[in-house]
């Protein structure tokens, strides 16, 4: 079976394990496996390395690290397996894979504290099973691999990682590139682990369907491939009025710029008419920057003003720039009875957080950054990032609405959903006004006819993705949120041939 896009817990990834085992009738085939594929990512990326060090733990990453090891002797490199000292010696399948280096003539030391040079290091220390903040000679082994200079390969997880979480609970391995054997983890996707986990890849190990039996996904990935499906094709006769119209409302006095941005964005992805009510002294630079929208100076969020433009739009895009001023809460009655598809972003959902709003309807989209989550939810910031995608689901159930739970590796939950994983964007995008360019995206698709939950997920990923090519023109430091607009538009045309 080839990659399919799904991400795993550690609990369906041993139910995995255990059904291939029965079906191939040895415990061993598996990690056989793992140490062929393992040697053929090292071949395939490290090509030159002659001196290899790798660092093995007392459990089956030990032994997927033994199998490597013995293949690269094979191959008449220099290997050096360094163990941990005062482990047990390894057991199981684990032993097996000992066994088979040992007689081939494989050298093992202890870890002394100090790792012999190399070319390339291979981290085979822990994997899925494990259970605690490494500490002493795990966590000195490990801090070792991190300042060795050479290039890391990590071997299904980088050691420290809770590959079912996403947390790093102590030190952890900061990895080149992370292979990963059977199926996706869902911790290696979000959260802190993409700060470990470097670049990655997937052998299945030749899994076959039915070792899937009982085996549920928890959450899909979605790479920048998926966009070229993702997005509504349009009629040769259509005209503005069928690819929606967005009102956006905030930008109170001090933040005038934020509700630009979503207006900008909406524009940029395709909303056929774009409208912004906010404080009156904004409507002249906004014009002046983008003519193409239609704004309405409020000095009162509400009333005939707001009534009308609510009546004529589709969808509301409200909060960038609110404030949670009587001006921003004036307008809590008039968006909740217009029942429009919402998109509530920042100070929105903080009057949402304080119940400032009434219960919102289900296609609602709430699109908080970690701090609004844990606002919502009455834990703090840390309670959110433990465990992410919990941490959306569990939002999503409250509200019974779809939540984006911004950060890096976004998360988008729905109730009844399976959630998504967006596998794209880049640090260069924490930046202020970034969050605002997506609540932008994220209602003109839903404008333009997606669900709440599709045009979530589109949206979050026309938005990272639009974040990874604009990061190529000037790198990281310094992306500022509108240099993305070029890039939504041409991303949100996958049909219109790529000019490079
Ligand atoms: N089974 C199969 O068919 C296949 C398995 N595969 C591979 O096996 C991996 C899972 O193997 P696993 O279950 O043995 O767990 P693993 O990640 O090696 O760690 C457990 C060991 O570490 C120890 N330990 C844990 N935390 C610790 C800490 N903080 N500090 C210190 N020690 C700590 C723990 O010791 P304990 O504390 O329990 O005494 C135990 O000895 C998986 O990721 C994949 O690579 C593939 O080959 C495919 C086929
Ligand atoms: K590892």
């Known amino acids: 079976m080839h ?5 795993h817990s550690i609990d369906g990834l041993r139910r995995l394990e255990a059904n291939a085992a029965r079906r191939l009738g040895d415990d061993r085939a598996l990690m056989r496996r793992a140490g062929l594929a393992a040697w053929h990512a090292v071949l395939a ?10 660092a093995c733990g007392p459990g089956n990453n030990g032994g997927d690290g033994h199998e490597l090891a013995m293949h690269a002797l094979a191959c008449g490199r220099d290997v050096s397996v360094v163990g941990l000292p005062a482990t047990s010696p390894a057991g199981g399948t684990a032993a097996e894979a000992v066994r088979r280096y040992t007689e081939a003539g494989g050298r093992s030391q202890v870890f002394d504290g100090r790792l ?6 291979v981290d085979a220390l822990f994997g899925i099973g494990l259970h605690r903040a490494p500490e002493g000679d795990a966590a000195r082994l490990i801090e070792a691999i991190n300042s060795h200079g050479a290039p890391v390969l990590a071997l299904d997880v980088p050691s420290g990682v809770d590959a079912g979480t996403g947390t790093v609970p ?9 292979l990963e054997f059977m199926r996706r983890k869902a911790g290696l996707w979000t959260g802190a682990a993409l700060n470990h986990r470097g670049t990655a890849s997937l052998d299945t190990l030749e899994l076959e369907t039915t070792d899937f039996d009982g085996v549920e996904a928890v959450a899909m990935r979605w790479t920048v491939d998926a966009l070229a499906h993702a997005l509504p094709a349009r009629r040769r006769d259509s005209h503005k009025g069928q690819h929606g ?23 940029r992805v395709g909303a056929g008419l774009v409208e912004v ?16 929208a239609m704004a309405r100076g409020c000095d009162v969020l509400g009333g005939v003003t707001l009534e009308g433009s609510l009546a004529a739009c589709d ?9 949670q001023s009587e001006w921003a809460r004036e307008a809590v009655p008039w968006v909740s009875r217009a029942g429009k598809p919402l998109v509530l972003d920042a100070d929105a959902l903080n009057l949402l957080a304080e119940s400032a709003w009434p219960v919102v309807p289900s296609d609602t989209i709430l699109t908080p950054h970690p701090g609004e989550a844990a606002r919502l939810l009455g834990v703090t910031t840390p309670d959110i990032q433990r465990d992410r995608l919990a941490s959306a689901r569990q939002l999503a159930e409250r509200h019974g609405c779809t939540v984006v739970l911004k950060g890096a590796g976004t998360v988008v939950a729905s109730p009844g959903r399976r959630p998504v994983v967006i596998a794209a964007g880049n640090p260069g995008m924490a930046v202020g006004g970034m969050g605002d360019v997506l609540t932008g995206t994220i209602a003109a698709l839903r404008a333009q006819g997606l669900d709440a939950f599709e045009a979530a997920c589109t949206g979050a990923l026309l938005h990272a993705a639009a974040g990874d090519r604009a990061v190529l023109e000037g790198g990281a430091r310094g992306l500022l949120p509108t240099d993305l607009s070029p890039w939504l538009r041409r991303l949100a045309n996958p049909d219109f041939p790529d000019p490079r």
């Open 3 to 7: 990659e399919d896009g799904t991400l």
């Open 45 to 54: 990326h490290w090509p030159d390395a002659r001196r290899i060090v790798v």
């Open 116 to 121: 012999p040079h190399a070319d390339l290091v």
């Open 170 to 178: 102590g030190i952890a391995v900061q990895a080149s590139h992370t």
């Open 245 to 267: 119209r967005v009102l956006c409302i905030g930008g109170d006095h001090g933040h005038g710029g934020a509700i630009v941005m979503v207006a900008e964005a909406a524009l």
């Open 277 to 292: 009510a906010t404080r009156p002294a904004h409507v002249a630079p906004l014009l002046a920057r983008r003519p193409e």
């Open 315 to 323: 969808v509301v895009a409200i909060g960038p720039g609110l404030s």
